[in-house]
């Protein structure tokens, strides 16, 4: 139910850091926070979000990632098959906004043009 005000609700707060947690200066929201627990994938790209990426930016990815698999009707357990550089791609969008603006690559134009 709404408040009386109908203000909306307060946004969550950002978990605490656990005693021994290791600490990121992440790179989505720039200041420390904590970071993975684990390298999200084998590879430089993998360490480098292990390095720079914490839990809370990593959770957004996540929820992100649903929704262009849904958007363009991908099946996640052959998405790398597919087109291995278009879920890099996305990631680095929106786990490094400063690249946007240079470095742009060029995608493809429509999901039908994967090759299936």
């Known amino acids: 139910m709404a408040d009386e005000n109908c203000s909306a609700p307060p946004?969550?707060?950002?978990?605490?850091a656990k005693p021994g947690q290791r600490m990121v200066k992440c790179v989505k929201f720039g200041k420390d926070m904590p970071g993975l627990d684990y390298i999200p994938?084998?590879?430089?790209?993998?360490?480098?979000?292990?390095?720079?990426?914490?839990?809370?930016?990593?959770?957004?990815?996540?929820?992100?990632?649903k929704m262009i698999?849904?958007?363009?009707?991908?099946?996640?357990?052959i998405i790398f098959k597919i087109h291995a550089s278009f879920d890099t791609r996305?990631?680095?969008?929106?786990?490094?906004?400063?690249?946007?603006?240079?470095?742009?690559?060029?995608?493809?134009?429509s999901p039908s043009s994967f090759s299936r």
């Open 11 to 16: 946004a969550p707060r950002p978990a605490a």
């Open 90 to 109: 996305s990631l680095l969008d929106v786990l490094y906004p400063a690249r946007r603006t240079k470095n742009l690559v060029p995608r493809r134009s």
């Open 41 to 65: 994938w084998n590879g430089a790209l993998g360490q480098r979000v292990f390095d720079n990426v914490s839990e809370e930016a990593w959770k957004m990815w996540v929820e992100h990632s």
């Open 69 to 77: 698999m849904n958007e363009y009707r991908l099946n996640p357990g």
